[in-house]
């Protein structure tokens, strides 16, 4: 069984995986900071100085034995932003992706040409096949 798991664990696509999802997470972080830092501040201007991040409506007021108990809105709205952002920028690499697809595919369907010096061979050897 456990040579098993290594060899499953030893493939490429396995592999593969391991590094999208390690590379989908940092990418993941910077979309974060790129909208909490760069984006919202901003946005916040245009709308009267209005920090999202502190948007929250209070369900529940803190008590001494308890904190409070709120509905951060604010935060939803930053990671929505996050999530369009970061499906905009997939959107676009595989777009392009398919692109480059595409004109692989359209390069592998056209038959390379013989050589001229396969066509004047082929030439010479369809005139001696009529002799």
Known sequence: MFKEFKA???????MDLAIGVIMGSAFGKIVSS????VIMPPIGILLGGVDFSNLAITLKKATETSEAVTLNYGLFINTVID????SLVIFIIVRQLNKLKKK???K??????PAEEIVLLREIRDQLKKK
């Open 8 to 14: 499953f664990i030893a493939r490429g696509n396995m």
């Open 108 to 113: 592998e369907e056209k038959p390379m040409e």
């Open 83 to 86: 999530f369009l952002i970061i």
């Open 104 to 106: 692989e595919e359209k």
């Open 34 to 37: 790129f909208v909490a830092d």
